[in-house]
């Protein structure tokens, strides 16, 4: 599967932001997407999962700011990142990632289940 984020921008803190993730190539039916999140000279964090299923996990740094949502279709498939109350500190490139087969949520909070990887999209928030 192929994923290709979008979405990203220089906003204000307290703003919102929706990101995309649009995945070609196979319906994301059998998989878990995710978005990670690497900020300059940092280690790529982990944001947020959405299992097949529909359990969702978030990281504590976003919880009750961030929502993963999916729209399965025919046509295309659509994985979206609703950011609300920005601060400075969510500023990094996001990623969003695609992944197969079984894992512990746990393990899904890291980059190890994940084979397929978007290009990134850019997000700042100033302060």
């Known amino acids: 599967v192929q994923l290709q984020a979008s979405g990203g921008g220089l906003v204000q803190a307290g703003d919102s932001l929706r990101l995309s993730c649009t995945a070609s190539g196979r319906t994301l039916n059998s998989y878990t997407m995710a978005w990670f999140r690497q900020a300059p000279g940092k280690e790529r964090e982990f944001v947020a999962f959405h299992r097949w299923g529909d359990e969702k996990v978030y990281a504590d740094s976003v919880k009750g700011r961030f929502t993963i949502s999916m729209n399965k279709d025919r046509v295309k498939n659509m994985v979206y990142l609703q950011m609300n109350s920005l601060k400075p500190e969510d500023t990094a490139i996001y990623y969003c990632?695609?992944?197969?087969?079984?894992?512990?949520?746990?393990?899904?909070?890291?980059?190890?289940?994940?084979?397929?990887w978007g290009q990134g999209t850019l997000v700042t928030v100033s302060s």
């Open positions: 990632a695609a992944g197969l087969g079984g894992h512990s949520s746990r393990s899904l909070a890291t980059t190890r289940p994940y084979g397929n």
